[in-house]
């Protein structure tokens, strides 16, 4: 776990437009943030800047005790959930669970145990020696989940993890979320566009407009200011 710290952060990806504009935020140790707004907004250039995968035209970003701005993602001891699942089609779960901690090196005990752990967490035991074709959307982002969770990360970083799912399961994948946060404790930014996502995942809710941020508040105040 660790805090997250945006500070005076921008992208420019044409000398003209700033997709994000001089964006400062802390995000504790912990805590669940979610980035809300309309899309175009910078919610997912904000969150790719985080994790590396946008170099940032201006100010800093650390996690933890680090800066981060020159580190490949590689080394930001991040694990992000993509909408689009990004399983490997060829392995089994338990394979798609296992490969970037054998990739890494670690122990084919830790490894078991790890998978274990996370296939009990995700409820997706019975489903280990099947392949992402023969599983459900809901599934599939469980195991996409649980790539992540496996490698105990210092930061979970999400884009729409749910938006490809259907109405009736978004709303058990959010109590689902909410659950394993609550389990795990570990340090998330969540980027949606649903507003109803954001006021039921986030500890705090950042909302972003053209690439600005408006309000950074916790869901409750955020639903009582006018
Ligand atoms: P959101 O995630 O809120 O939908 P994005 O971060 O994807 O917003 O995009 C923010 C702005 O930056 C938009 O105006 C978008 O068109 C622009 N943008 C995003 N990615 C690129 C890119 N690779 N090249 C040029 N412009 C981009
Ligand atoms: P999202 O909002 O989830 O990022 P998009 O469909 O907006 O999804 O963007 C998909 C990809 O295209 C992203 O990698 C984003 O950086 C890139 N992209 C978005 N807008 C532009 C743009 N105006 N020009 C070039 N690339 C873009």
Do not use: W
Request: charged share 25%.
């Amino acid at each position: 776990m660790a805090k997250i710290v945006l500070d005076h952060v921008d992208k420019a990806y044409t000398s003209d437009v700033k997709a994000v504009n001089n964006l400062s935020l802390e995000i504790a140790d912990g805590e669940f943030m979610v980035l809300v707004g309309p899309s175009g907004c910078g919610k997912s250039t904000a969150l790719r800047m985080i994790a590396g995968l946008e170099d940032i035209t201006g100010g800093e970003i650390s996690i933890g005790e680090r800066v981060v701005n020159d580190l490949a993602p590689k080394d930001r001891d991040i694990a992000m959930v993509f909408q689009n699942y990004a399983l490997y089609p060829h392995m089994t779960v338990e394979q798609n669970l296992a490969f970037g901690l054998q990739l890494r090196g670690t122990s084919k005990a830790e490894i078991k145990k790890r998978v274990a752990d996370a296939a009990k967490m995700l409820g997706l035991e019975q489903f280990l020696k099947r392949k992402p074709a023969n599983l459900s959307g809901g599934q599939r982002q469980r195991v996409a989940m649980g790539r992540a969770i496996v490698r105990e990360p210092q930061a979970f970083l999400m884009d729409e993890p749910l938006s490809n799912l259907d109405a009736k399961l978004r709303v058990s994948m959010r109590a689902s979320l909410n659950q394993l946060h609550e389990r795990l404790g570990v340090t998330t930014v969540y980027v949606t566009h649903d507003q109803i996502e954001a006021m039921t995942l986030g500890d705090r809710v950042c909302v972003l407009r053209e690439g600005v941020l408006q309000q950074v508040d916790t869901p409750q105040n955020l639903f009582d200011s006018p």
